[in-house]
Nanobody
Framework: QVQLVESGGGLVQAGGSLRLSCAAS????????MAWFRQAPGAEREFVAG?????????YYADPVKGRFTISRDNARNMVYLQMNSLKPEDTADYYC?????????????????WGQGTQVTVSS
């Protein structure tokens, strides 16, 4: 099993920044890709960004966040981060960290076996 714990959410004004963190523990060596998803009230959970954990890092972003969000990792600390800049009110959602054994970044929630509890991000206009 892999346990994921998110932190770093909060309330920020439009145009501001937040950095989300995801701490992984347990059988982390069984995971190859980690990702961030988000779910706004009344909406489906959607892919935000993903990163491979092997050497030769590969990242992939959903179109709405390209150029504003950056996903990164610290394998030594079993941490994954999501730096969110130029935040917009439409970025308001609960943000979830997820992990999968798949070696490719697949932007579909059912591919990810492990999930954190989520952290809330609210962007005011």
């Amino acid at each position: 099993q892999v346990q994921l714990v998110e932190s770093g959410g909060g309330l920020v004004q439009a145009g501001g920044s937040l950095r989300l963190s995801c701490a992984a523990s347990g059988r982390t060596l069984s995971t190859n890709v980690m990702a961030w998803f988000r779910q706004a009230p009344g909406a489906e959970r959607e892919f935000v960004a993903g990163i491979t954990l092997s050497s030769g890092t590969i990242t992939y972003y959903a179109d709405p966040v390209k150029g504003r969000f950056t996903i990164s990792r610290d394998n030594a600390r079993n941490m994954v981060y999501l730096q969110m800049n130029s935040l917009k009110p439409e970025d308001t959602a609960d943000y979830y960290c997820a992990a999968t054994q798949h070696t490719a970044i697949i932007p579909l929630r059912n591919v990810y076996a492990y999930w954190g509890q989520g952290t809330q991000v609210t962007v005011s206009s």
